[in-house]
């Protein structure tokens, strides 16, 4: 069978492929050419997910920290966070696999990212087109909707950038633990004061 990559190089495979509605899914480590600076095909465009948080902050509709928790038992791999004070949690690269019959297949790369709390699939701007980036999307969605709610995964990252909305930014410490999302302030506000 053989198989054309488009608008990446592929580095490596990480994790366990898995299919949806025909769709191979492919985590990997990729560079995507000319990657598209926001996401589209929003998670909460497809599903809503339970967020119950402890911590100094709701999360409210920062659906990053469910998706975080689930790929790890979807697709048997963690991904990595760089804590440098960026305001997303994810930036996971996957390959769309859509075969052509039994000797073809064209796979597409695209990174699932969070920016401004929402959650979404980012592509090249090469292509596909929006038939095929929807039908991912789709697939995509599909499949953590399904298998992830029961089986999410403990997790912690650090180095969050925050901004409340009312002056205030910070870093937080964000995660998943004994059933619960978190998001700690990891600033002290009394040295903070203090200075």
Same mark, same amino acid.
């Given at each position: 069978?053989?198989?054309?990559?488009?608008?990446?190089?592929?580095?490596?495979?990480?994790? +366990?492929?898995?299919?949806?509605?025909?769709?191979?899914?492919v985590p990997a480590r990729a560079e995507i050419e000319d990657p598209e600076e926001s996401s589209a095909h929003l998670l909460q465009d497809y599903?809503?997910?339970? /967020?119950?948080?402890?911590?100094?902050?709701?999360?409210?509709?920062?659906?990053?920290?469910?998706? %975080?928790?689930?790929?790890?038992s979807v697709f048997h791999y963690t991904p990595l966070h760089v804590a440098d004070g960026r305001s997303f949690?994810?930036?996971?690269?996957?390959?769309?696999?859509?075969?052509?019959?039994?000797?073809?297949?064209? *796979?597409?790369?695209?990174?699932?990212?969070?920016?401004?709390? *929402?959650?979404?699939?980012?592509?090249?701007?090469?292509?596909?087109?929006?038939?095929?980036?929807? %039908? /991912?999307?789709?697939?995509?969605?599909?499949?953590?909707?399904?298998?992830?709610? =029961? %089986?999410?995964?403990?997790?912690? *990252?650090?180095?969050?950038?925050?901004?409340? =909305?009312?002056?205030?930014?910070?870093?937080?410490?964000? =995660?998943?633990?004994?059933?619960?999302?978190?998001?700690?302030?990891?600033?002290?506000?009394?040295? +903070?004061?203090?200075?």
């Amino acid at each position: 069978m053989g198989l054309v990559i488009r608008y990446a190089s592929l580095l490596g495979v990480v994790g +366990e492929p898995r299919c949806s509605d025909g769709v191979w899914f492919v985590p990997a480590r990729a560079e995507i050419e000319d990657p598209e600076e926001s996401s589209a095909h929003l998670l909460q465009d497809y599903g809503l997910v339970a /967020i119950p948080c402890d911590g100094d902050f709701e999360l409210g509709e920062a659906d990053g920290v469910w998706v %975080r928790a689930a790929i790890p038992s979807v697709f048997h791999y963690t991904p990595l966070h760089v804590a440098d004070g960026r305001s997303f949690l994810l930036d996971a690269a996957f390959f769309a696999v859509l075969l052509d019959g039994e000797h073809a297949g064209v *796979a597409y790369p695209f990174a699932c990212t969070d920016g401004c709390s *929402a959650t979404g699939l980012a592509f090249s701007r090469l292509g596909p087109d929006g038939g095929v980036r929807a %039908r /991912i999307a789709q697939a995509f969605w599909g499949l953590l909707l399904t298998e992830g709610p =029961g %089986r999410l995964a403990e997790f912690s *990252a650090a180095g969050i950038a925050f901004d409340t =909305g009312d002056g205030y930014e910070t870093e937080l410490e964000v =995660g998943y633990s004994r059933g619960r999302f978190y998001a700690q302030d990891m600033r002290d506000p009394l040295s +903070e004061e203090a200075a």
